[in-house]
């Protein structure tokens, strides 16, 4: 029973306001639809590909990321769906896009769009006048675009597009802007300035197209044999914080030595970073654990920065054997991420120990690394004998269903490497699980074919 109560909260605690990240990290030629994309129009028919190469805008997260998706045909149509789906505030999508074609002849067009189910909102839409193009917008008009730029854009530029769509009570009040940037990345929607496009309704465009429910997720399009569009690093969150430059937390570990645990982590880019709450919650050995979270300190954050900080703190617990730890950051405007869960065992410093999978994400194949400690005389196993250590280690899907488990037995101190086969399953999201007694620890892997 501990062991489901434990990995329930650590799936509980990964709180993101990100919606979907998609770098196209993919082999170049592939069809999106191999790749997590599904088809939903004329399936099969000059599909969308991977593009061989990925697009770079400067001080943007996802610039230069893997490759990207090229749009160079009149075919297939594809989509992805949001870890969840959204039905109030405000959503957020941040792009890059590029322009290739030389031909003058491409009527307009739109190429990207979000989704309620199967009804399209708020399309981005492209116009061609050589030698330069335009940037359009609609809510819910299919026909052409109902705001559009001036002809000073140019091909064979990257641009970053945002886009923000918010639920506005009523019938036909959603409203969508866009702004779009040849340099930079604002820091927040206010110094972002006014929208170049919107804020435009059904209502303006005289549609009649009911405001949607929520929006479950993001549409590419093609319509043309010549328009080569390529797009990259498309993020889609419900905080300006999140899309299109986020408080990016690369590592987050502890470490005991004595009596002290020693947290560390770092951060690769940071935008209206307020700080962080380093919150705590103990566990006796062999109970469950408690779900009373408290605050132990705050850590002043960098505000916005585009390089690489470390932070640290040192704790010094009682009144537990187990516990464990996470990050609570904070941007300016009160919003806020949770980190993962790390743990650590005051008991037993002579823990077993979990390594990080390589490579990772991976596809199919990836090397597990744990350590098993010599048994320390006041050390037993719960199960078995007392001939080394009775260790599991399972994979469990984003659900918390088990995929299978790699290793269970009785095992001498020494360091252990296994080998994690994903052909068979889908790509997503798994949790490596290392358990021995009492001792649990996870590590996130991701699979991506």
């Given at each position: 029973m501990?062991?489901i ?6 799936l ?6 990100q ?14 639809t ?7 129009s004329?399936s ?8 061989n ?6 001080d ?19 989509r992805k ?28 067009e ?6 309620s189910?199967t ?10 006048e ?8 609609s ?6 675009a ?13 641009y970053?597009i945002?886009?923000k ?13 866009m ?9 927040s929607?206010?110094n ?6 919107g ?11 009911s ?6 997720n ?11 569009v390529?797009?990259?690093g ?6 300006w914080s ?12 502890a470490t005991?030595n ?8 770092s ?12 919150e705590?919650?103990a566990?006796?050995t ?20 585009h ?6 703190f ?21 919003s ?8 650590v ?11 990080q ?17 010599p ?14 250590v ?5 994979v469990?899907?984003?659900l918390?269903e088990?995929?299978?488990t790699?290793?269970?037995?009785q095992l001498?101190?020494?360091i252990?490497?296994v080998?994690?086969n994903?052909?068979?399953?889908t ?8 358990q ?14």
């Amino acid at each position: 029973m501990k062991k489901i109560i434990l990995f329930s909260l650590f799936l509980s605690s990964i709180v993101y306001s990100q919606l979907l990240e998609e770098n196209f990290d993919y082999t170049a030629d592939q069809n999106l639809t191999s790749n997590g994309w599904t088809a939903f129009s004329s399936s099969g028919t000059n599909p969308i590909t991977v593009n061989n190469g990925g697009l770079v805008y400067t001080d943007y997260v996802n610039s230069d990321i893997g490759n990207a998706a090229l749009l160079d045909n009149d075919g297939e149509d594809v989509r992805k769906t949001f870890s969840s789906a959204v039905s109030s505030g405000s959503i957020y999508v941040s792009f890059l896009v590029n322009v290739t074609t030389n031909h003058s002849t491409i009527s307009e067009e739109y190429v990207l769009h979000l989704r309620s189910g199967t009804t399209a909102f708020a399309r981005f839409w492209i116009d061609y006048e050589n030698p330069n193009i335009a940037f359009g917008l609609s809510q819910t008009k299919s026909t052409s675009a109902h705001v559009k730029t001036s002809f000073n854009y140019a091909r064979n530029t990257t641009y970053l597009i945002i886009l923000k769509y918010s639920f506005v009570s009523g019938t036909l009040n959603d409203e969508v802007s866009m702004w779009i940037k040849s340099s930079g990345v604002p820091d927040s929607e206010v110094n972002a300035g006014s929208p170049d496009l919107g804020p435009i309704t059904t209502t303006d465009e005289s549609g009649s197209t009911s405001d949607p429910s929520d929006i479950d997720n993001i549409a590419l399009r093609q319509s043309n044999p010549n328009q080569n569009v390529i797009i990259d690093g498309i993020r889609v969150a419900t905080s300006w914080s999140q899309a299109p430059l986020p408080v990016e937390l690369t590592s987050f570990t502890a470490t005991v030595n004595d009596n002290l645990v020693t947290l560390n982590w770092s951060t690769a880019t940071e935008v209206n970073n307020y700080g962080f709450n380093v919150e705590r919650t103990a566990v006796e050995t062999g109970h469950d654990p408690s779900l009373q979270w408290e605050t132990i300190c705050f850590v002043q954050g960098h505000g916005n920065c585009h390089s690489s900080k470390e932070y640290t703190f040192t704790d010094s617990p009682t009144g537990g054997k187990e516990f464990y730890y996470r990050l609570k950051q904070i941007d300016f405007d009160g919003s806020y991420q949770y980190s993962e869960i790390v743990s650590v065992c005051m008991e037993n410093i002579y823990q077993l120990k979990l390594e990080q999978n390589y490579p990772n994400p991976f596809n199919p194949h990836t090397t597990i690394k744990y350590t098993i400690p010599p048994l320390q005389p006041d050390v037993s196993s719960r199960e078995g004998n007392q001939r080394g250590v009775f260790v599991t280690l399972k994979v469990y899907n984003i659900l918390g269903e088990l995929v299978t488990t790699l290793v269970k037995g009785q095992l001498d101190a020494g360091i252990y490497e296994v080998e994690f086969n994903g052909s068979k399953l889908t790509s997503g999201i798994y949790y490596l699980v290392l358990q021995s007694g009492d001792f649990i620890e996870i590590k996130k892997c991701l699979l991506i074919k």
